[in-house]
């Protein structure tokens, strides 16, 4: 029966054994005891640590899937199993420690686990405390910016048209520091001007002072003006009109004023284009009058494109003990 040595003993027994002579006296069961003795002590051998200093590796091992047969089998061989760990020794930072847990994968290794994060090496990262700056556009795509929890409410950036035109949607109310919202954008004026219509420069022509949203305007005759908005910035003629003016060619003083009256008249397309439109302005003194001014400022309110008042609808009603002239 074989017997499992160590190879210090197996040396000594093929030597004792198998004596270097041509005496004759080396015997069958000699040479079988001992090659059945070192069949099996090649696993001890192996596992006995002599191939980590006196005898190691030096090339490539590899563990096959396949069985002595040839036949592939990845479920039951080629296997390393470690049930303690493992070591590099070239590694650069902790060479001397082992490894004794396996690696954990792609998807479940803790980032904050890993040591040398600190520094914050990962500067294509946005880092979410606000320490570095980004240092190009920071692009969202179709998506939304909101508080945790929510989908499809906050706000985001929309192209519209052609070119980097972009709109900002915002899906519920503005907020400011003083407490104060604003739930749309309906209140603010869609274009407004103000302008000298006195006539008395420039042959006539009005001299805009400050506008938005206004693409011109034309003396029609005295007191009578042709305001032309930009194209696009209301749907229909029915927007709400605002306007005054002092009546009067001077406004060299607080008195400078004529009473009257600022009318918005005829209001249509320009050049029959839905999206260019314009507003005839009136100035008509208490007199009867018309009258150029020195100051005339007017405010517009209105659909834009796409834009509507909402989902309450106004009532409107008549008294019960109205007198009809």
Not at 236 to 243: E, F, L, M, R, T
Request: aromatic share 8%; glycine share 12%.
């Amino acid at each position: 029966m074989a017997t499992i040595k160590s190879s210090g003993d197996l040396v000594s027994s093929i030597s004792t054994d198998m004596a270097d002579n041509n005496a004759g006296l080396i015997s069958a069961e000699d040479v079988r005891h001992n090659m059945e003795d070192t069949v099996a002590s090649i696993g001890r051998i192996v596992c006995s640590g002599d191939m980590d200093v006196e005898y190691p590796f030096y090339k490539t091992v590899r563990l096959s899937n396949e069985n002595s047969t040839g036949a592939s089998d990845t479920k039951t061989t080629g296997d390393l199993v470690l049930d303690s760990g493992i070591f590099f020794p070239n590694a650069p930072e902790n060479s001397s420690n082992r490894q004794d847990r396996p690696w954990l994968g792609d998807g479940s290794i803790d980032h904050g686990s890993i040591a040398g994060l600190g520094d914050d090496d990962h500067t294509i990262y946005y880092h979410v405390a606000g320490t570095r700056a980004c240092t190009a556009d920071f692009k969202l795509g179709d998506n939304w910016i909101n508080a945790s929890g929510y989908t499809a409410k906050g706000f985001k950036f929309v192209p519209v048209g052609p070119g980097t035109d972009q709109e900002i949607y915002v899906s519920g109310n503005m907020r400011w520091a003083d407490n104060s919202t604003m739930p749309n954008a309906k209140g603010v004026a869609n274009a407004w001007v103000t302008f000298d219509g006195s006539g008395t420069t420039n042959n006539g022509v009005p001299t805009i002072r400050a506008y938005h949203n206004i693409s011109g305007i034309e003396r029609l005759n005295p007191g009578k003006f042709k305001i032309t908005f930009l194209s696009g910035i209301f749907v229909d003629n029915d927007y709400a009109c605002i306007g005054t003016a002092n009546g009067t060619t001077a406004s060299g003083s607080m008195e400078d004023m004529t009473v009257n009256t600022c009318g918005f008249v005829l209001r249509d397309m320009v050049d029959n284009n839905p999206d260019l439109r314009s507003v005839t302005l009136n100035v008509k003194t208490a007199a009867g009058g018309y009258a150029d001014s020195e100051l005339i400022d007017c405010v517009f309110w209105g659909y834009g494109p796409g834009e509507t008042s909402g989902v309450i609808t106004p009532t409107t009603s008549v008294a019960d003990d109205i007198t009809d002239p």
